[in-house]
């Protein structure tokens, strides 16, 4: 197809005679219009990516192989672009499906004015192209779109409008044709690396919770909850009298009263108590008798 620019609607098809294509993405910009972004996916004939170097977006811009790229955005009198490029006829057979891809970021493509693609050959007159194609979201709540396909048929190339749209973004598409998500960030914007992960406090458990407050809180010792020993009292502070049942304060063992020095009495003056002097034994006399105990009477 040659010297002509084909308007296409959603599931037609035309061959393309070009070595090479620039996919165009044009929308009309605007107060909440959310960011778009192309992108490309090299497809085996599994219909998935052979690694996930065979997908090009703006944080990998270009293929291992140089034979697709991902380009500057621009903007021009009849809107934003963002661009693809990929050289088909270089293409190894392994590929046999190119699919071109948007996405938006900061809403859904409803909100996206006079989205089109247009394609270009790479090594022909720039001003006119081979193919638009208008793409109209089929809900207006998708963030990412298959715009469109190229692929091999009857030793050539064709393109096919597709239209088909994903709520779950880049993410989804991409998973959708086999991309392992955890290996490539397409979650980060165009043209910049890909933002720290600022650490965020996490929802805690309620037990967690606790726990955590309780490590900050200060060590009070033991309370009075049965089984746990009351605190010693202050010095001068008498302590309420514990309920029954609850382990009763220990006082501290008095210290055994000062016993005084021994004192002696003085001479002649015994002391009450103290042991009396003994006196020289007398001579131990009967104390007189009766008559009736006296011998001959």
Known sequence: MTGMTHAMVKGSNVPLDAAGIRAVLRWSPGTGTPDVDASVLLLGRDGRVRSDADFVFYNEPRHPSGLARHLPKKRGPEGLTDTVEVDLAALDSG??????????????????????????????????????????????????LNCGELYRKDGGWKFRAVGQGYTTGLVGL???????????????????????????????SQTAAMEA????????GPTS???????????????????????????????????????????????????????????????????????GR
């Not at 948007?102 to 996206?112: E, H, K, Q, T």
């Not at 407050?213 to 009070?220: F, G, I, N, V, Y």
């Open 95 to 144: 590929v046999d499906r190119v699919v071109i891809a948007a996405s938006c970021d900061g809403g859904p493509f409803r909100l996206v004015r006079d989205l089109c693609v247009l394609l270009y050959a790479t090594s022909g007159p720039q001003h006119s192209p081979l193919v638009t194609f208008e793409v109209r979201p089929d809900t207006g709540g998708e963030t990412a």
């Open 174 to 204: 991409a998973t959708e044709f086999g991309i392992t998500v955890d290996d490539v960030d397409v979650d980060a914007g165009p043209d910049r690396a890909a933002p720290q992960q600022t650490s965020q406090p996490q929802p805690q």
């Open 213 to 220: 407050t309780r490590a900050h809180q200060p060590d009070l």
């Open 225 to 295: 909850a049965y089984g746990y020993p009351l605190p010693a009292p202050a010095r001068g502070h008498v302590p309420a009298q514990p309920a029954y049942g609850y382990p009763q304060p220990v006082a501290s063992v008095p210290a055994p009263p000062t016993v005084p020095p021994h004192q002696q009495p003085q001479p002649g003056y015994p002391a009450y108590g103290y042991p009396q002097p003994v006196g020289a034994a007398a001579a131990f006399t009967l104390p007189p008798q009766g008559p009736q105990f006296q011998p």
